[in-house]
């Protein structure tokens, strides 16, 4: 069997939902030897959310859960938390998106570990951060991404801002949490030091903001949301075929433009020396999305795709997942992976990015709460009798 990139590595995941477990599923898709804690009993409320199969299990969980070893620990007592301190002295990495101060006040934090295991990489997720003078707020998802500004771009002007429906500020600060701990086992193999990372759901998403923030310092401006366009990028828009269906074109290069205005008909613009550049396009965008939108409002969207993609023009559909699905290129492409669950064959996303020489892969879907704390906690040096008396007493 191939090996894999972080084959090796052994993360210790202790936080819930999912920003701390993205990045977890991330790290051991890639090989990574990813302990989830838990509490006893229900586990990860991820497990019961959403659509859930016969067994009252999330399908959700079968793919968030993949390729983690359960091991649970009741982090309320002090023989529980010893149980995840005595796994923290051998990992490479912890993940945790607890509010900022719970992991020190259980005596768990970066200082309390350091000393034994220095060449830890301690991974923190939260809303807003390890400092600052919000640092203790509660940051769930829906409140930081209107925090970083993301929410303010999102929907048409003068009404109310939209969310996508995604838990979109969890994912995106999760994937930057796995780069975070990359770097770190990077710079470790030099420092052979370990480090803290901190990631702040707001953060994440401001990090989309890259472009926002000069154009407001340089020239004060406050890009502000735009529907289906792109301020100051033209034509670049979602526009309505024959048959009810929308297709998106990003003609906004300027050969593009020529193509895509000779195609629907329109030399005029085509060949208009105003229009040439995107700067003077932007300036007629309402006179442009009118003549394209024109043209499609008679062509069915298939019409549409064929003409547009004969001149090389970008141009395509809006899928569902059911389109998804369905479609040759994801399924030439690996996007979806088959695993099995008590309730038969279950597909679950591929994850990226796609490596040649040591790509990842699911090895097996999110399985029972603590279904391997006894072999873990046994190699890691735990005896029988005490797994016995611990479950007993309801600390793991």
């Given at each position: 069997?191939?090996?894999?990139a972080l084959?090796?590595?052994?993360?210790?995941?202790?936080?819930?939902?999912?920003?701390g477990?993205?990045?977890?599923?991330?790290?051991?898709y890639?090989?990574?030897?990813?302990?989830?804690?838990e509490?006893?009993?229900?586990?990860d409320?991820?497990?019961?959310?959403?659509?859930?199969?016969?067994?009252?299990?999330g399908?959700?969980?079968?793919?968030?859960?993949?390729n983690?070893?359960?091991?649970?620990?009741?982090?309320?007592?002090?023989?529980?938390?010893?149980?995840l301190?005595?796994?923290?002295?051998?990992?490479?990495?912890?993940?945790?998106?607890?509010k900022?101060?719970?992991?020190?006040?259980?005596?768990?934090?970066?200082?309390?570990?350091?000393?034994?295991?220095?060449?830890?990489?301690?991974?923190?997720?939260?809303?807003?951060?390890?400092?600052?003078?919000?640092?203790?707020?509660?940051?769930?998802?829906?409140?930081?991404?209107?925090?970083?500004?993301?929410?303010?771009?999102?929907?048409f002007?003068?009404?109310?801002?939209?969310?996508?429906?995604?838990?979109l500020?969890?994912?995106?600060?999760?994937?930057?949490?796995?780069?975070?701990?990359?770097?770190?086992?990077?710079?470790?193999?030099?420092?052979?030091?370990?480090?803290?990372?901190d990631?702040?759901?707001?953060?994440a998403?401001?990090n989309l903001?890259?472009?926002?923030?000069?154009?407001?310092?340089?020239?004060?401006?406050?890009?502000?949301?735009?529907?289906?366009?792109?301020?100051?990028?033209?034509?670049?828009?979602?526009?309505?075929?024959?048959?009810?269906?929308?297709?998106?074109?990003?003609?906004?290069?300027?050969?593009?433009?020529?193509r895509?205005?000779?195609?629907?008909g329109?030399?005029?613009?085509?060949?208009?020396?105003?229009?040439?550049?995107?700067?003077?396009?932007?300036?007629?965008?309402?006179?442009?999305?009118?003549?394209?939108?024109?043209?499609?409002?008679?062509?069915?969207?298939a019409?549409?795709?064929?003409?547009?993609?004969?001149?090389?023009?970008?141009?395509?559909?809006?899928?569902?997942?059911?389109?998804?699905?369905?479609?040759?290129?994801?399924?030439?492409?690996?996007?979806?992976?088959?695993v099995?669950?008590?309730?038969?064959?279950?597909?679950?996303?591929?994850?990226?990015?796609?490596?040649s020489?040591?790509?990842?892969?699911?090895?097996?879907?999110g399985?029972?709460?603590?279904?391997?704390?006894?072999?873990?906690?046994?190699?890691?040096?735990?005896?029988?009798e005490?797994?016995?008396?611990?479950?007993?007493?309801?600390?793991?």
């Amino acid at each position: 069997m191939t090996t894999q990139a972080l084959q090796g590595v052994r993360v210790l995941e202790v936080g819930q939902l999912l920003a701390g477990p993205f990045a977890g599923t991330i790290l051991g898709y890639f090989g990574a030897d990813v302990i989830k804690i838990e509490p006893p009993g229900n586990g990860d409320p991820i497990r019961n959310w959403r659509l859930l199969d016969k067994d009252g299990t999330g399908y959700w969980w079968r793919s968030l859960g993949r390729n983690k070893k359960s091991v649970t620990a009741n982090l309320r007592t002090e023989q529980g938390r010893e149980v995840l301190r005595r796994l923290m002295l051998t990992a490479d990495v912890v993940i945790e998106n607890f509010k900022p101060g719970t992991m020190e006040k259980w005596g768990l934090g970066p200082e309390d570990i350091k000393p034994h295991n220095p060449q830890l990489i301690y991974t923190r997720i939260s809303g807003y951060g390890q400092s600052g003078p919000y640092s203790s707020k509660p940051g769930y998802a829906s409140v930081t991404e209107a925090f970083s500004g993301f929410r303010f771009l999102n929907g048409f002007p003068e009404d109310v801002p939209v969310r996508p429906n995604l838990s979109l500020g969890d994912s995106v600060a999760g994937v930057h949490a796995a780069l975070g701990i990359l770097l770190a086992l990077l710079a470790r193999k030099d420092s052979q030091q370990g480090q803290v990372i901190d990631v702040a759901l707001y953060e994440a998403m401001f990090n989309l903001m890259e472009g926002v923030v000069p154009e407001y310092d340089g020239a004060g401006a406050i890009r502000e949301p735009a529907g289906s366009t792109l301020t100051g990028i033209v034509p670049t828009n979602t526009y309505l075929c024959r048959d009810g269906k929308h297709v998106v074109i990003g003609g906004n290069g300027d050969s593009i433009y020529v193509r895509l205005m000779t195609a629907i008909g329109r030399e005029d613009l085509a060949n208009d020396p105003d229009l040439g550049s995107n700067a003077g396009r932007v300036e007629q965008q309402q006179l442009i999305d009118a003549a394209i939108g024109g043209w499609t409002s008679a062509h069915n969207s298939a019409e549409v795709i064929a003409i547009l993609e004969g001149v090389d023009v970008p141009v395509g559909p809006i899928y569902s997942i059911a389109d998804a699905f369905d479609d040759p290129h994801y399924q030439a492409r690996g996007m979806f992976e088959e695993v099995d669950t008590p309730n038969g064959k279950l597909k679950v996303p591929a994850i990226l990015p796609k490596l040649s020489l040591t790509p990842g892969r699911t090895t097996w879907a999110g399985g029972a709460v603590g279904s391997h704390t006894d072999e873990v906690l046994l190699s890691a040096g735990f005896d029988k009798e005490t797994l016995a008396a611990l479950r007993d007493r309801g600390d793991i």
